[in-house]
């Protein structure tokens, strides 16, 4: 995805051009809706600033909708909610993803509580919708109020880099708070990415509509049904190089590096379409394929804060697992965490709260479930991170990595704190029993002997592995009792 640069100057695709960019050619069938909008004097108008429409992307039906920010500033009106809300049933019933061009100016002020229960009834029909289909929205410029809601009650939020979304607009803020701020410092593209609002950002609606065809080759709306594999596709050299992930990872535990590295090593052409890619850095998480067969993958990032998890890393990769099980992706874990963040500013940010969402996410996936540990996999973390005890299908584990409650050096300072204290010069002490205690405790092969890894492998060897887990694992699955991707 494009970096946050200052936006170019383009001129705005029209509502029917966003719709067409997004299906395949010659499958667009547009909704039209002749109404009478209260707000033109009761005048006849074609679909009241929305436009709706039925296609396909890639031979799949779908439904979508764009809205007309020319029309009446993008205001929301009664016939405009009902418009979407019929696009929404319509995809019920046919259990049909959704794809929503949203460019609101917020319920329309002429129309009153009429506009704001409009509102209300879209959002009851995306909540009926949620984790039954995929619902995808693409921000494409500013939206304010139900406008930014409706995005956040779907699955996926994919926002064009000058795009804005927030509750209450500049001109409030400034009379109600006096604080004078302007769109993009309220609510542009770099606010909402940092804070997890947006999970993608784009240059345009071309580049929007691209992903959301992408999102879509990912995602299944029948859950006993496996997504589609792709054939043909490019898989990394794994003989020598930077594709492969044993020269990425370093042997020494606190060295940093990026773990993208190794994922690119591992999938299909080393593309991973990444969510929430600016929120919560410290793990990654990302669609892409392996061998043809679409995962998740959810990885802990050494780059930032050493892949230790905390409040937000958690929240950000429970919602990603979810979305994974409720639309059947099966999900890849890469481990290297030292365990979850210590501290009284991560109590108060609930990382207890956070971290169990994590768990539970985990624990509930009924998707295939495979585990790789690179590293280290320490402590809370090392459960939360898609361990045997979760359900993981497989658990394989790098030579070298070490697994248990701590490192070997904060271990036998707990174990030994009486015997290292009675010693002048403890350090040698110290090293010698932590040395001792990392080749009783932590190896990968002690792991693997007591039933927490399944296999011990070589990095070279990973994808392999992986790619025939996915294979046995690709049987359908039952269908699961219903269930919404609740906003976290």
Sequence with gaps: ????????????????????????????RLVRTAVRSPALG???V????????????????????AEDASFLGGSLGAQHAATIVELLRLAERGRRPVVGFVSSGGARLQEGLAALGGYGEIFAAMTRLSGVVPQISIVSGASAGGGSYAPALGDIVVMTRDASMFLTGPGVVAEVMGEHVDAAALGGAKVQAANGVAHVVVDDDLEGAAVARQLLGYLTNVPSRPVP??????????????NHPGQIVPAEPRR??????????????????????????????GWARIEGRPVGIVANQPRYLGGVLDAEAAQKAARFVRTCHLFGVPLVALVDTPGFLPGTAQERAAVIRH???????????????LTVV???????????????????????????????????EQAVGIVHRRRLAAVADAADERAALAAEYAAEHLTARRAAQLGFVDEVVEPG??????ANALQLLAAPRAERPPAHNIPL
Excluded at 461 to 466: A, F, P, Q, S, V
Aim: aromatic share 4%; glycine share 12%.
């Design 374 to 408: 690179l590293r280290k996999s320490f402590g809370g973390a090392h459960i939360a991170m898609n361990s045997k005890q979760l359900g993981a299908d497989l658990v394989l584990a790098w030579p070298q990595a070490t697994l248990g409650v701590m490192g070997a």
């Design 256 to 285: 940093v590096y990026d773990v993208r590295g190794v994922i690119a090593g591992i999938v299909d052409g080393g593309v991973l379409l990444e969510y929430g890619e600016r929120w919560a850095r410290n793990v990654v998480c």
């Design 42 to 44: 009761d005048r006849a």
């Design 46 to 65: 074609d679909g009241d600033g929305v436009v709706g429409a039925t296609g396909r992307v890639d031979g799949r039906p779908v439904v979508c909708y």
């Design 355 to 369: 971290g169990a969402k994590l768990v539970h996410a985990f624990a509930e996936a009924s998707v295939p479930k």
């Design 229 to 242: 594999e792709v054939p043909g596709q490019i898989t990394p050299d794994k003989s020598s190089g930077t």
């Design 1 to 28: 995805m494009s970096a946050l640069a200052a936006p170019e100057v383009t001129v705005p695709l029209r509502p029917v051009e966003r719709l067409a960019a997004l299906c395949d050619a010659g499958s667009l």
């Design 461 to 466: 060897d990973t994808r392999d592995r992986l």
